[in-house]
């Protein structure tokens, strides 16, 4: 892989939501829902960031944005800090990068017309003149696959799969050069999932799009991404290219997490690894390692040092895992402490 | 909706849109709405009501054969008759022409009334609602201490210092309807604010105002309307509460609440005097309270056509 531009670069971000409590609504707690992530997404590539519900991917891309103001840390775009932008700074980068959500029936207001959607996200950043307006919205829907005759329709008149990609023209309509996909395709049925998979690798292609797509399905991750993130409780457990992912994981979150892929394969054994008991509350995460609670490996270390991400001998380049016993866990020197 | 729009395909052919304005999908929420209300018999029986005393208010003052403050004391406390239809108070005056008259009057102060006090309950409620926090709690604690007095105590109390009269009558319910107006829709802002495309047009940069008034305005309408169409009802109420008192309409304006008031001095031997402006008043608060009712009924997504 040759050396890629920086697009963002996300250092230490925090996002800690206060919790209220009390007859005068003090602040009694913080949800740590993400505590302390750093990463870099380089122009052009898909980065992927997987982890189960309540793991702060979804925070991470809300934050990045600055939908959710973070608690602490540092977004770079394009060697800007955001963070360091004021509301009126921070619209103007905005049709730099655009998100697309989960849900395609929350996501588009309900009382507008396609071309209203598409016109207003060109009239709020101005970013084509307006008797081209028109025009960009015909091809817009032409490019993620709508017909112009559907212009006129109000959303409650798509499936939900066309809604998604009402929302993927909206997304475009301002030129962005990074697009957050915020469990994108997570509502979608299976082969309309194939389906805007396809439309969002076509659009990469087309546009040179660099994309964070958020999701908790290893399947679709895969097949879309070129580096993967796996968060566990707020924090960054392993960060690699696909293959390297996938193939030869450091972590045994990781492991257990690659492990719940089904298989059509049914010859082949698989060897399941059932993690015990829930996610810790992100209200008070556990001490040191914040997986040692499930972690079969788990040794008193673990308990009270936390583990930095790091890379070992056997992993390729970027490849890192924060584990205290990711060589020995491979190399099966270190047999799991509780059975 | 065809499946195979949901193919990309570049090569399909252009289908004329259809003009007609009638099937505008932007209409069809209210089409089914008024489907449903029209269903509805007591909301029907209401609107027509309240249709009719518009249309009362508007023409009736032009076809009445008495003025309505004209005195007659030789005819004082005639029991209703073919010409006088509800009979004649104790000046003499007919009261049939000074319901007539006096049927614009309750309307206006009961829509002006709910005009004023709505808009700024909205504009309250949304703006606690959308930024939330501080702004919010100052705001609501606002409204719960007006909540604490009631209504018509409250409405007392504003006409008591600003005087009495019919347009600080409207001030004095429209103020005491403010809280209502501004809890219901600080609420729809909140289930509205959390949808994503709230946060689609925050990251696409929209301003505030955009998002509050292009995308959470229209989408908390219908609660809206239907407190609107109750409150009429509690106004109207309220205003002729404080006619009766004589703290605002004062004579010889043919309002009803007044009126009643003056019959009650008479209520023993001329009964008619206190009876007709009292069933007017019932007649107005029903209809508005039955629309209201069936607006409900009829916005709410959960009840079948």
Redesign the interface.
Known sequence: MQKQKELLKVTDLKQHFPIKGGIL?RTVNHVKAVDGVTFTVYEGETLSIVGESGCGKSTTG?AI?R?DEPTSGEVEFDGNNLLAYNKKE???V??D???I???PY??????H?VRQILT??ME??NSVPKSERNDRVLELM?TV??????????P????G??RQRI?IA?ALS?NPQLIIADEAVSALDVS?QA?VI??LK?LQRDFNLTYLFISHDLGVVRHISDRIIVMYLGKIVEIADKKSLFNNHMHPYTQALLSAIPSTDVEKKRERIILKGDVPSPIDPPKGCRFHTRCPFATDLCRTETPELRSADSMLDGHMAACHYMEEIKSGEHEPTVV | MSHSTEHIDNTRTVEPSNPNPNSNPRFKNWKIVFRKLKKNKSAMIGGFFILFFIIVAIIGPFLTTYAPDTQNLVNKLQTPSGEHWFGTDNFGRDIFSRIIHGTGLTLLVGFFSVLLGATIGILLGIIGGYYGGRTDSIIMRFMDILLAFPGILLALAIVTVLGGSLVNVIIAVAISSIPVFARIVRGSTLSVKKLEYIDAMKALGASDTRIIFKHIFPNITSPIIVQATLNIATAILSASGLSFLGLGAQPPTPEWGAMLSDGRNFLYNAPHVALFPGLAIVAVVLAFNMLGDGLRDAFDPKTKE
Not at chain 1, 156 to 159: D, L, R, V
Request: aromatic share 4%; no cysteine.
């Open positions: 609504g809300r944005l939908l921070m619209n103007k905005r049709k990068m655009q998100i959500f989960q849900d929350a996501s588009i207001n309900p009382r017309t207003e996200a709020i950043q032409q696959g709508l017909g112009p005759h559907q212009a006129d329709r109000m409650h008149e798509f499936s799969g066309q929302g909206r301002v309309i389906q396809n439309l076509k």
